[in-house]
T-cell receptor, first 116, second 115 residues
Framework: NAGVMQNPRHLVRRRGQEARLRCSPM?????VYWYRQLPEEGLKFMVY????????ESGMPKERFSAEFPKEGPSILRIQQVVRGDSAAYFC??????????????FGAGSRLTVL | AQKVTQAQTEISVVEKEDVTLDCVYE???????LFWYKQPPSGELVFLIR??????QNEISGRYSWNFQKSTSSFNFTITASQVVDSAVYFC????????????FGSGTRLLVRP
């Protein structure tokens, strides 16, 4: 009964490169959320997806960031042309059920991105 | 606007001491949920508790207890007889309404339990 699986756990990129972070939700969960944690801060909401649909991306930076949750396979958070300010821990969470507001989010272990 | 404040940035205690982590929230929703998560040094987020706004009963789970006070908009977390393994960052979080899905996190309290 695997939980939320994120990979890679650690990723190092140079400025201008692309970062791809993957998240496989818990079995049976169809709601995926991405949060970002900057050093010494709490987590901030980025995007909420259901299978093949972006429901809310209000927390995503307007440029360079994108997310998807295809019909098959994991959810992907993609950061193009990374800058040093993108260095952070990126957490994925999932939940099941019809009513996402009442559900507990299960978080993955996070992917730590370092931009040199 | 919704907001969660954890005024204590860092707390250091000696093993076996009791410690209380404060959490104050702001919301205009009449229905909302409050959460505590633990982030140990390994980095993952571990769910501890969820409380909805209609249930003001305090809860105890082993050495952990939570005090929910709507009158002061607080949801404090107490660890009794702390242990070194309790050392972690603890986050309080708020989610408003049954249709809302965004968790609003506080900035966290780092707890260090010394042997």
């Amino acid at each position: 009964n695997a939980g939320v699986m994120q990979n890679p756990r650690h990723l190092v990129r140079r400025r201008g490169q692309e970062a791809r972070l993957r998240c496989s939700p818990m079995k049976g969960h169809s709601h995926v959320y991405w949060y970002r944690q900057l050093p010494e801060e709490g987590l901030k909401f980025m995007v909420y997806l259901q299978k093949e649909n972006i429901i809310d991306e209000s927390g995503m930076p307007k440029e360079r960031f994108s997310a998807e949750f295809p019909k098959e396979g994991p959810s992907i958070l993609r950061i193009q042309q990374v800058v040093r300010g993108d260095s952070a821990a990126y957490f994925c969470a999932s939940s099941g059920g019809v009513n996402p507001g009442a559900n507990v989010l299960t978080f993955g272990a996070g992917s730590r991105l370092t931009v040199l | 606007a919704q907001k969660v404040t954890q005024a204590q940035t860092e707390i250091s205690v000696v093993e076996k001491e009791d410690v209380t982590l404060d959490c104050v929230y702001e919301t205009r929703d009449t229905t909302y949920y409050l959460f505590w998560y633990k982030q140990p040094p390994s980095g993952e987020l571990v769910f501890l508790i969820r409380r909805n706004s209609f249930d003001e009963q305090n809860e105890i789970s082993g050495r952990y207890s939570w005090n929910f006070q709507k009158s002061t908009s607080s949801f404090n977390f107490t660890i009794t007889a702390s242990q070194v393994v309790d050392s972690a960052v603890y986050f309080c979080a708020l989610r408003g309404g049954d249709s809302s899905y965004k968790l609003i996190f506080g900035s966290g309290t780092r707890l260090l339990v010394r042997p």
